[in-house]
């Protein structure tokens, strides 16, 4: 069962991906180099980059960078406003089930070479480190740095994001001579970070997503109290640990079942041989459940 939940998962996401690049004309030679139509004012839900040939919409981590009017200041409520739904809504039920940066990590994670991981203490610290890019390239730099044009510099996506090189840095090298022929140090610095997360994705576990991706950040900042989350049954629950031995995220469902970590792969539910563990709209839960005392007043016992 689990087999068969982790391939329609897969499927999701690989049908998510497509359906977000869907423009084939742009990866035609004779084409135009990337969409610039009416899609690309809405944010893609998951981390997917604007310059790919094929992307139909905006990256969400570009609209981001762009908060502030590079003239005026202006806060654009619009763009957080949007990205903070998705977050009300899904959490990082979007990193799971929507992201294809998320599904060539799991892919590369596949292949059977030993696998690592890391220790407690460091793992812990360094996933804060997803929130320090968000804060500080994704918000912090953008806004007080302005380039000589008055325009803030997306810092996250031009120096490090190693989705936007494989979707569109790759891409477009090969489909475009001049492009070619101007590339520097800051493209094969890139290409650098980028060979480097895809093989560390070969021994951990989404390493992308647990320790850099700002996305990831955003919305696990609504993870409890987002409508989809997960609930725990401490009164079906028999103490065998599967939950926690089976979350490739290092979480355990039993201690925090809406865990900032947790991409609600489901994984954990399937392997629960007591059916102490769900997944549902709202905190609402069977009688006996531990959910958190702040939100013991909106749940309705039956």
């Not at 060539?104 to 812990?124: G, M, N, S, T």
């Not at 810092?155 to 490090?160: G, R, S």
């Not at 475009?176 to 590339?183: A, E, F, K, P, T």
């Not at 480097?196 to 991706?213: D, E, G, N, Q, T």
């Amino acid at each position: 069962m689990a087999r068969i939940s982790g391939a329609w998962r897969k499927t999701v996401q690989a049908a998510t991906g497509f359906l977000a690049n869907a423009y084939i004309k742009g990866f035609l030679p004779e084409g135009p180099p990337i969409y610039t139509g009416g899609l690309k004012q809405v944010c893609a839900p998951g981390l997917n980059c604007h310059s790919c040939p094929g992307a139909l919409g905006a990256c969400p981590i570009g609209s981001m960078q762009n908060l502030f009017d590079g003239r005026t200041r202006q806060f654009a409520f619009y763009v957080v406003g949007y990205l903070a739904l998705i977050g009300l809504i899904a959490g990082r039920f979007v990193c799971g089930w929507l992201c294809l940066f998320g599904l060539i990590q799991e892919l590369l994670y596949r292949i059977p070479v030993p696998k690592l991981r890391v220790p407690e203490k460091p793992d812990r610290i360094l996933r804060y480190l997803k929130y320090a890019v968000l804060a500080i390239l994704v918000f912090g730099l953008p806004l007080v740095y302005r380039t000589q044009l008055g325009a803030g510099e997306p810092f996250f996506c031009k120096y490090v994001c190693p989705a936007g090189t494989l979707e569109a840095g790759v891409p477009l090298v090969l489909l475009d001579d001049m492009i070619r022929s101007v590339l520097g140090g800051l493209f094969w610095w890139k290409m650098s970070l980028l060979a480097l997360l895809l093989a560390s994705a070969m021994f951990i576990y989404r390493p992308f997503c647990k320790y850099v991706c700002p996305l990831g950040a955003f919305y696990g900042l609504f993870q409890k109290v987002s409508l989809i989350r997960m609930r725990f049954s401490e009164r079906a629950c028999v103490g065998c640990g599967r939950c926690a031995g089976t979350c490739k995220m290092d979480v355990d469902p039993r201690e925090n079942p809406n865990s900032c970590e947790c991409i609600r792969c489901r994984e954990c539910i399937h392997v629960c041989p007591a059916k102490a563990l769900s997944m549902g709209i709202g905190p609402k839960a069977e009688a006996g459940e531990a959910i958190p005392s702040g939100e013991k007043g909106a749940v309705t016992e039956h």
